[in-house]
């Protein structure tokens, strides 16, 4: 069965350290892997999108990385802000030519002063 | 700004009754995803659209259906409502099928069904 799994559920950090959240899929055939952020009561925004080939991609203070041979991807997010609290999302292709789409539940960060 | 809108933010309806909620893509994009956001699930995929016509389904109830319109604008019908169809309903956009381009979502329709 294709499940995306992802920890910790939830996370509480001072503004300005570092965290990593994880994510290990059992999605087969592997296409990509999306890190998004939602932040509560909007639409989930994308972050990066990782193919096969891809271990690691930044966006700003996002970087994900992927090894597909353990099929676990993480997102450290380095200096975390106030506005880094929400939930990210780890999202798995399933496929090459559908759109099997497979969601994790999240990780919801907060992140204090 | 994502450009993609869905109405109403919020929609509040009794047991049984029928609603529909709207979805303008993103402008360019081809593609319009359906999502549900439960309180403690993940975002569960119902169905897509490609340029008018039916692309993939998912795990959506015969209870609800959907379409493309020619403009691209899609809707969502959902009827004989149930208290546990009460969740965020999500429209997303890409420019192909979704394979490689990143989605881009609508800030939602959360029901609620008293």
């Known amino acids: 069965k294709n499940q995306v799994e992802q920890s910790p559920q939830s996370l509480i950090i001072l503004e300005g350290k570092n965290c990593t959240l994880q994510?290990?899929?059992?999605?087969?055939?592997?296409?990509?892997l999306r890190w998004y952020k939602q932040d509560t009561g909007r639409g989930p925004v994308s972050l990066t999108i990782m193919t096969f080939s891809e271990n690691t991609k930044s966006n700003g203070r996002y970087t994900a990385t992927l090894d597909a041979d353990t099929k676990q991807s993480s997102l450290h997010i380095t200096a975390s802000q106030l506005s880094d609290s929400a939930s990210y999302i780890c999202v798995v292709s399933a496929n090459q030519a559908g759109t099997a789409l497979i969601f994790g539940k999240g990780t919801t960060l907060s992140v204090s002063s | 700004d994502s450009g993609v809108t869905q109405t109403p933010k919020h929609l509040i309806t009794a047991t049984g009754q029928r609603v529909t909620l709207r979805c303008s893509p993103r402008s360019g994009d081809l593609s319009v995803y359906w999502y549900q956001q439960s309180l403690d699930q993940g975002l569960q995929f119902l169905i897509q659209y490609y340029n008018g016509e039916e692309r993939a389904k998912g795990n959506i109830l015969e209870r609800f259906s959907a379409q493309q319109f020619p403009d691209l604008h899609s809707e969502l019908n959902l009827s004989s409502l149930e208290l546990g169809d009460s969740a965020l309903y999500f429209c997303?956009?890409?420019?192909?099928?979704?394979?490689?381009?990143?989605?881009?979502f609508g800030n939602g329709t959360r029901l609620t069904v008293t």
């Open positions: 994510c290990n899929y059992t999605v087969s055939p592997f296409s990509n």
């Open positions: 997303a956009s890409s420019v192909g099928t979704g394979h490689g381009s990143p989605l881009h």
